[in-house]
Structure formats: structure tokens, C-alpha cells
């Protein structure tokens, strides 16, 4: 009957019957797409499959129950199902023949009618749905492919590509009861054709140069099958096929059309066998015998039908040229009613455009005026703050002046409590201040070593210029000679008349020269940096716990934190230490002065209010343990240090050069100073019942550490360091 493509899929013998499971998603579209493209040939017939899925069995059994198989037709949207799939098909210039199968089972359905029909080839479209859908939905392909016949091949088509195929294990049977009905059709539809050719002569639609089949190749491309319109009743007149057959198990009823068959022609079976489809023998009784359109005593009504249909074309094609018509005037008018509406468009976008450029320009205007308001506010409060910070500031200096007054006639008179030397002792000692003694310098002078009663001793110079030099000078050999503390710098002694200061020499320098290793240093070791913050808070303590009132420190920094040779380490520069009244132990000391310290290290609070208190020297000690572990700039290490323990990568911001920092102990010491350097002062941990324990604690692992270390039988590398920094000294 037909023979498959050469460069298609490959078959073997058997009836040729092919047919295609369609319905209304795209994977029919692509499935029959792939039939005509891989199996089918121009002029063969396809068998178009489709299942409309009933809910219940008893209204089968009512549909199958009536008397006249042909009074329930496909409904509208069957129809228009079908003649999407026709269409295609006649512009690929392949027939087909619409199967309707009605059933509650669509599986059960398809594979029964193959087997009763002896399909040779099936195409089913695979389904879109992602894995997730399909776990919880059954796969009709799949389970088509499971219970189908062993004679038919079984093609799952995915976007136009094979997903999965089932080969057939036997030859499909030769004989099959749609051959017939398809040979008949075929018969029927030449005689269409021949009267179709004379009455395409007569019709005067042939002066217009109509042409059915140029149109729908012209009307749309050859791929696309959804392109009938559902705007437009469909004058489709194929005339259909309808038969019945009973199932031992269940009731089905199948219906089919040809879209080739202009004539029309009914044939009723009814069949009661389920184990044998293909045997037409076994027609009821009740139906009666077979009548067949096709014979000589029905000629007359084919013709009658002819001459009906024939009237019918002629209608259509005078309703197709007066709907080209109006379709072209409706173009037009669309056209022209889209050019409108894109004027519009732009004159209202136009229009939207300027109104915000005006607001814009005002609300800039707005904001304008508005800065200018502002701005004038802020200058007068500034001057008035201005006028205020002067008046502050005159004030204390007449208040300052006053008490370096009452200090110098105390210190030069009757105070006994440190030793006095000449300037001619400082100038012998120091050999005039030569720059081979000089060991460094700061904000408030320079810095000398020498000796002094065969004593190694540093010398710090005030120098003139210095602002509020002699106020600090006094201030510091106030305090400095009222306080003894192993973790305080020792006072040695001062000549008051030249601004001069003798304390004990410290061979290991700042921390700040120790942390960054300047001159080559070798590096603090964990255990020598967890012992030297214990002792810095210590010594805080201690000024802190001064009577009768508390002495703030105000400057603490690396730099004001000095070692000596056993890197023991000692607070220094107390010159801006201010007291501030002693208050309950539950209330929070504080003191109104004007700001004083260096740049990061300040108290926040104390920066913006002018109050100060013990916890102002808690914020700067949180930034100098941060940078004890760090060895890092304070500018911004809170927020790095917090970020990185957040992160888990606190490893990455600690001092490389220490390689064997316990990971558990240095977190807790990180944590310990980020809750010091908290911005509100009622945030921060008490000195002496939170941060202080918990530093010796760490004091105390560090020794144990280095006392393993040292019984173990090796140096650590901070005691070599230790030997060659008191070498340097002595020499």
C-alpha cells in the first residue's frame, strides 16, 4: 500500500498502518510532525488517535446503550482538534482518518483499539512536564509502550526528536479491518476529486483565480500545524465514520472521519470477542447486515450528496473572497488605528516627560532652599558653640595657669617626694644632648639614655613650643611621684626649672615599636602578648582604683605602654591624666573636661560629650589588645576583626609571624576587646570584675605554655630575644 522514506526509520513487513496519538498540547504537534517528516509519504494515509477521557462508566454504558451510534457526533472542539492536524496534513499532502475513542482508561483505550485495528507504527508525543510533575503523574507514553502488542513499534517523540522507542518483536498481521474502510475512502475520495476538478471549471470563483490549495500554502508555513482560527466557524463537511464495539471488560465507542472523504458513508459494527479484535466475522445480530456507502443501490444518494456538497464549496468560496475583503479593510484600518495610538503614545510620553522634568526642577529647587536654610542654622549654632568653646577654653587655661602656678612654688619649696637634679647633672649625663643619646621623641619632646648615679636612666626633654607642655610636665611628676606600681613607669626624678624628667630606662623600647618590629625586632611571642595585656590592665586598675578619687589615664596607646628587659610591660606618659570624682560603686564616674588623647583611641562618648570617665580608658584598652593580636592600624579594626570572626576567618587578621596562636583562647581575647571597644560606655565590661580576670586567666595559660616549653628543653625564641635586647642595653 505504501512504502517508508528512505532516509526515515527503518521497517520491516506488515500492514503499513500508521497512526499517531494527537491531542491539544504541542507534543502531538511534534509527534506528527516527526511521522510525516520520518515515516510517512506523500499520498499515504495516517490514523489520527485521539481519547476523549470520560469521568465515570455509567454514562458509557448509556452512550453505548442507544440504538443509533450516530446521533452523538464529535463535538465543536473535537472537531477543531482534528482539523488543526488535517490541515497540516493536507499541505504535506497526506490523508487522514480520525479515530474518536471515548473511554475512562485513555491508556487501556489506545492500546486496545491497536490491537484491534493491527497498527503497525505508533507516534505518541512525550509530555513537557519536568521529572517532578511526571513522578506524581502517569506517563501515557510509558505506559502505552508497556501494554501495547508485540507487533507494533512504539515511537516517543520529544520536541521533534525521538525520546524513547519500543521495537516490535513480531511481524505486525497482514490483514486488518481498517484496510478496507481506508481503500474505500480512497476510492471514494478519487470520484470527489474528478467531480471536484469539473465543478472548479464551472465555478465562477474559478475567474477569480481561487486556488484551495495555494491558499492554505500561502496562509501559513509548512511547521506550524496550530493555525486554525477559533474566531471563524469551521466549514468543515467531512463527513465521518462512526462505529461501536462491546468489550467483555468494559464499553468503548469509537468514532472516525476522513479528511479526504468528500462523500458520506456509515458502517455499524458491534463486536463481542475481546480476545480476538481483528476477526469481523462476529458482527451482531442486532445491527443487521452491513451497509456500505460505497454500493451500487446507495449511488444515488453519493450523487445527491455531490451535488449538495458542490453548492456547499460554491457557498464557501463566495464567503472566503467577501472575508479576504473584509479582512483587508479591517487590516487597514487596524493599521492605521495602531498608527494613531502610537502618536498618542508619544504625545502622552511627551507630556508625562515634561511634567517630571518640572517636578524634578522644583523639587531640586525645594531641596535647594531648604539646604540654604539649614545651612544657616547650622553656622549660627556652630558660632554659637564657637563663642561657648572659647569662653570653655579661656576658662581653663586661667584654671590651668593657676594650678601650675600653685605646683611650681610646691615643687620648688617643700615637695621631697622624688630626687631634684640640675641642669648641669642632665647636660654632663647626656653630654649636652648630644643626637648619639637621644633614643626617640614625641608630641611632648625628645627623648635621651644615659646614666645617672651609675644608673641607666631615660630622659625626656620638655620642649618649648610644646602646647600645654608645662601643664602635662606638672601633671605627670605630680601623679608619677604619688604612685610606686611594678606595672607603672618609675619616676626617678626631674629638674622642674627646665621642664625635665628622669625615669628608669626600659631596654625593649614601646610596645608600638615591638608590635610592627621596628629595627628588626624579633617578634612577641602569644604567651609574651596574652602576659603583657594582663599587665596593662593591672596597672589601668590600679590608677583607676587610686584615693581619694579615680585617675583616668586619657592617652592609652602602644606607644605610651613601655617593656623592659624581661618585656615586663609599664604605663607611661600620665600627663593627661585627669581624676574624677569618687561616686558609688554602681554609679559610673564621670568628670566634664575638654577632649584630650590621640586619634582612635578616644573614647567616642567622651569625644562628643566632654564626659569623662574609667571606662574612657577601657575603650582605648579594647583597641590596644585588638592590636596586640593583629599587629594591625586601629583605624577601622573593629569593624575588620568583627567581620572576620563572623566570617570564620579570624586566623587570616591575626599576626602571621606568630604561627602557633591558640585558636580557641585568641578568639575569646578578640571577643574580650571588641565588647571593650564597644561605642556606648554602658556596653562595656568593668575593668576589674570582667576584663582583668579573664586576662590573667589567659596570663596564666600563656605561662604554662612557656614553662612546658622551657622544661621541654628549648629556648623560647622571646628569652633568646630576651638575652640579646639586655645585651644591648648593658653595652
Keep these: 500500500m505504501w512504502q517508508p522514506k528512505g532516509n526515515g526509520v527503518k521497517k520491516t513487513g506488515g500492514n503499513g498502518l500508521i497512526a499517531v496519538a494527537v491531542d491539544k498540547d504541542k507534543s502531538s504537534q511534534h509527534a506528527l510532525k516527526w511521522a510525516v517528516d520520518n515515516l510517512l509519504n506523500r499520498g499515504q494515509t495516517v490514523v489520527l488517535i485521539h481519547v476523549a477521557q470520560r469521568t465515570s462508566v455509567s454514562s458509557v454504558s448509556s452512550n453505548c446503550a442507544t440504538t443509533n451510534p450516530h446521533q452523538k457526533q464529535p463535538d465543536k472542539q473535537i472537531r477543531d482538534l482534528f482539523l ?41 508525543g512525550a509530555p513537557s512536564r519536568h521529572g517532578f510533575m511526571r513522578k506524581f503523574k502517569a506517563d501515557v507514553p510509558s505506559s502505552v509502550s508497556k501494554a501495547a502488542p508485540d507487533f507494533c513499534n512504539i515511537y516517543v517523540v520529544s520536541k521533534g526528536k525521538i525520546s524513547s522507542k519500543r521495537n516490535a518483536s513480531r511481524s505486525a498481521p497482514f490483514t486488518s479491518p481498517l484496510l478496507d474502510q481506508l481503500q474505500s475512502q480512497n476510492d471514494i475520495s478519487d470520484t470527489q476529486s474528478r467531480y471536484s476538478m469539473n465543478l472548479r471549471g464551472l465555478s465562477p470563483a474559478r475567474g477569480r483565480g481561487f486556488d484551495r490549495k495555494s491558499f492554505m500554502d500561502s496562509s501559513e508555513s509548512d511547521t506550524d500545524i496550530s493555525f486554525v482560527s477559533s474566531g471563524r466557524p469551521s466549514s468543515d463537511h467531512s463527513p465521518s465514520m462512526h462505529y461501536e464495539f462491546v468489550d467483555v471488560g468494559r464499553n468503548s465507542r469509537i468514532s472516525t472521519s476522513s479528511e479526504h472523504s468528500l462523500g458520506s458513508f456509515r458502517l455499524g ?36 450528496e455531490m451535488r449538495r456538497l458542490k453548492l456547499e464549496l460554491k457557498q464557501t468560496m463566495d464567503m472566503y473572497s467577501t472575508a479576504c475583503k473584509e479582512a483587508l479593510v479591517a487590516k487597514q484600518k487596524a493599521l492605521e488605528l495602531q498608527r494613531w495610538r502610537l502618536d498618542e503614545e508619544r504625545r502622552l510620553e511627551e507630556a508625562r516627560f515634561a511634567e517630571e522634568t518640572a517636578l524634578s526642577l522644583a523639587e531640586k529647587e525645594r531641596a535647594r532652599c531648604k539646604a540654604a536654610v539649614e545651612a544657616a542654622e547650622a553656622a549660627k549654632r556652630i558660632a554659637e558653640l564657637e563663642a561657648q568653646r572659647r569662653l570653655s577654653a579661656e576658662m581653663n587655661r586661667l584654671k590651668e595657669s593657676d594650678e601650675v602656678k600653685i605646683a611650681s612654688s610646691n615643687l620648688s619649696t617643700k615637695d621631697l617626694r622624688y630626687r631634684r637634679y640640675t641642669i648641669e647633672d642632665i647636660e654632663e649625663a647626656t653630654q649636652f644632648f648630644t643626637e648619639s643619646r637621644k633614643i626617640g621623641e614625641g608630641g611632648y619632646g625628645p627623648v635621651y639614655k644615659c646614666y645617672l648615679d651609675h644608673t641607666p636612666v631615660a630622659v625626656k626633654v620638655l620642649r618649648p613650643d610644646a602646647a600645654q607642655g608645662r601643664s602635662q610636665f606638672q601633671r605627670e611628676i605630680e601623679v608619677l611621684s604619688c604612685i610606686r606600681h611594678p606595672n607603672m613607669v618609675l619616676l626617678l626624678g626631674a629638674c622642674p626649672e627646665y621642664g625635665i624628667i628622669v625615669y628608669e630606662y626600659l631596654a625593649n623600647g614601646s610596645l608600638d615599636d615591638r608590635i610592627f618590629r621596628r629595627g628588626n625586632t624579633p617578634p612577641l611571642s602569644w604567651q609574651q ?112 576583626v568583627e567581620r572576620s570572626i563572623e566570617n570564620g576567618t579570624l586566623g587570616e587578621m591575626l599576626d602571621p609571624t606568630v604561627t602557633d596562636w591558640p ?26 570584675k570582667v576584663v582583668l580576670p579573664e586576662l590573667n586567666r589567659l596570663r596564666e595559660l600563656a605561662d604554662e605554655s612557656m614553662g612546658q616549653t622551657f622544661f621541654g628543653g628549648s629556648l623560647c625564641p622571646s628569652s633568646k630575644s630576651n638575652a640579646s635586647m639586655t645585651m644591648q642595653a648593658n653595652s
Design 84 to 124: 488543526t492536524f488535517r490541515c497540516y496534513c493536507t499541505r504535506k499532502d497526506i490523508k487522514c482518518f480520525d479515530v474518536l475513542l471515548e473511554d475512562v482508561d485513555i491508556v487501556k483505550a489506545i492500546t486496545e483499539y491497536v490491537s484491534f485495528a493491527a497498527i503497525e507504527d505508533l507516534v505518541l
Design 529 to 640: 602578648r596574652f602576659r603583657i595585656a594582663a599587665e596593662i590592665a593591672t596597672g589601668l586598675l590600679f590608677l583607676h582604683q587610686t584615693k581619694p578619687e579615680p585617675l583616668v589615664h586619657r592617652d592609652l596607646k602602644p606607644g605610651n605602654i613601655l617593656l623592659d628587659h624581661n618585656y615586663v610591660s609599664k604605663i607611661s606618659d600620665v600627663g593627661l591624666a585627669r581624676l574624677v570624682p569618687a561616686v558609688a560603686e554602681n554609679v559610673t564616674q564621670c568628670h566634664l573636661t575638654s577632649t584630650a588623647g590621640t586619634f582612635c583611641y578616644i573614647d567616642p562618648e567622651y569625644q562628643q560629650t566632654g564626659m569623662l570617665g574609667v571606662k574612657s580608658d577601657v575603650y582605648s584598652l579594647g583597641i590596644l589588645l585588638l592590636q596586640l593580636i593583629t599587629a594591625k592600624q586601629p583605624m577601622g579594626l573593629t569593624h575588620f
Design 269 to 304: 459494527l458491534r463486536y463481542s470477542d475481546r480476545s480476538s479484535p481483528y476477526d469481523l466475522s462476529s458482527i451482531s445480530q442486532d445491527s443487521g447486515a452491513t451497509s456500505c456507502s460505497c454500493s451500487s443501490q446507495n449511488l444515488d444518494e453519493v450523487e445527491a
Design 663 to 688: 585558636f580557641e583562647e585568641t578568639l575569646g581575647f578578640a571577643k574580650l576587646a571588641l565588647q571593650c571597644s564597644e561605642l556606648r560606655r554602658k556596653d562595656r565590661p568593668d575593668l576589674g
